[in-house]
């Protein structure tokens, strides 16, 4: 097999009658084993221009992939290791790219560490990140409390005070004309996309006064149309934070483009017939964080147990109506790599659909306007080589041999 030393793009000589040069594969394929989100298919590939291109004329020093398995670049859905802090970045983004995790969206961010790595990220070496603000929401609702308790506890957010934090760390509103104000704010420092709270919304009038649920509320259910039509003039999509059934549906309905929790992520929530329709009719994404349920494993088997049911029931309804389901984890020590394996061990979707979820679905809601997340014609030249089928066994996901990030050669292992 031949061994790969260096990436360029060539231009062949030039044709007949002065017609342009036709480029030269930069790298080429053979004998691999390609996901069409489905199945295995052996096809050839070349890279030119940065770019998929199937069945072109094999040259001479093409790379013999032995019937090796090729999947697009795993993506994640939810979490906030970027745009938090501005000393781990660079650590944190090869973390991502050894599993192989190319893409990262972050509903929750500084931007004050958004700029500060802003080198760190979104160049072909590295992790390609979109970012949402950090939440709207009500007063004393979620993430505030989280943010304090950082602070006080571990030293989080040396850069800003307690009392600096409001309109950094989260934005308040109580009523339609701070919703406009907080937003203007949000829009100014120019995210990616919107981040809203919903926090038990059905309980908000109860919560909204009562101190014990400080930092456990959200946004007044009222208030969200407002925010998300603010949102969608400004041509940006909105991601909402949700925790009960009612916020879903709420959030379905006043056209959130982002379910950022399935509802029994931490829970034993058994979504309904209507609540299903109603996501799939919307078309939002659903991002899974299933995952996280783990946090109770131990202290609290029996409710563990009843979430893990719930995540089942939810997961096989919603993939049979025809749900976009997406693999995300809001997990602070891992990848959406442990999500994913969660997923697995659930039993209840076939591997293909997980790998679906984890690469196609999650980078079509990472970035909707870019041609990636498939092995397709014309599509950007970036997916991973696995030593074995992860149709047959969820774990050869992880036995990466070779990574190439937007036509360029990361890493391979192979003889």
Not at 150 to 179: C, H, I, Q, S
Request: aromatic share 8%; net charge negative.
């Amino acid at each position: 097999m031949k061994k790969i030393s260096a990436i360029a793009f060539v231009l062949g000589a030039a044709g007949c009658a002065g017609e342009p040069p036709s480029p030269v594969p930069s790298m080429q394929f053979i004998n691999g084993q390609w996901f069409d989100g489905a199945a295995f298919e052996e096809r050839n590939a070349s890279i030119i221009d940065g770019r998929l291109v199937f069945d072109a004329p094999v040259t001479a020093d093409a790379i013999d992939l032995n019937g090796q398995y090729v999947v697009p670049p795993y993506c994640e859905g939810h979490n906030h290791h970027f745009g938090g802090d501005a000393d781990t970045a660079e650590a944190t983004a090869q973390h991502y790219l050894e599993d192989g995790v190319f893409y990262a969206m972050m509903p929750g961010s500084f931007k004050l560490y958004r700029d500060l790595i802003a080198s760190d990220i979104n160049h072909p070496k590295s992790v390609d990140v979109v970012f949402a603000n950090n939440g709207l929401t009500g007063s004393g609702g979620h993430p505030r409390g989280l943010r304090e308790s950082l602070m006080e506890r571990f030293g989080n957010y040396p850069e800003f005070t307690k009392e600096t934090l409001p309109d950094k760390g989260y934005f308040e509103a109580e009523t339609l004309e701070e919703v406009r104000e907080k937003m203007a704010l949000i829009l100014a420092e120019r995210p990616d996309l919107v981040k809203v709270m919903l926090f038990f919304s059905e309980e908000y009038e109860s919560r909204k006064d009562d101190p014990k649920y400080y930092g456990r509320r959200g946004l007044n259910p009222d208030l969200l149309p407002e925010a998300i039509r603010i949102a969608h003039a400004a041509g940006l999509r909105v991601a909402v934070h949700v925790e009960s059934e009612a916020d879903m549906t709420t959030a379905l309905l006043a056209g959130a483009d982002i379910i950022a929790h399935l509802p029994s992520y931490d829970s034993s929530v058994l979504l309904s017939d209507e609540t299903i329709a109603l996501a799939t009719e919307t078309n939002a994404a659903l991002v899974t964080t299933f995952s996280l349920a783990s946090r109770f494993q131990t202290r609290a088997p029996d409710c563990y147990a009843a979430a893990i049911e719930a995540q089942r029931e939810n997961l096989v309804r919603l993939h049979e109506a025809g749900a976009l389901l997406v693999i995300g984890s809001d997990g602070h020590r891992d990848t959406s790599r442990g999500e994913a394996d969660h997923i697995a061990s659930l039993g209840v979707l076939d591997n293909a659909t997980i790998l679906k979820m984890w690469t196609k679905n999650c980078a079509r809601m990472v970035f909707p306007d870019r041609k990636i997340g498939r092995l397709h014609e014309g599509y950007e030249a970036s997916f991973l080589v696995l030593e074995n089928n992860p149709l047959e066994d969820f774990a050869a996901t992880g036995d990466i041999i070779m990574r190439i990030k937007d036509g360029e050669l990361l890493s391979e292992t192979m003889e």
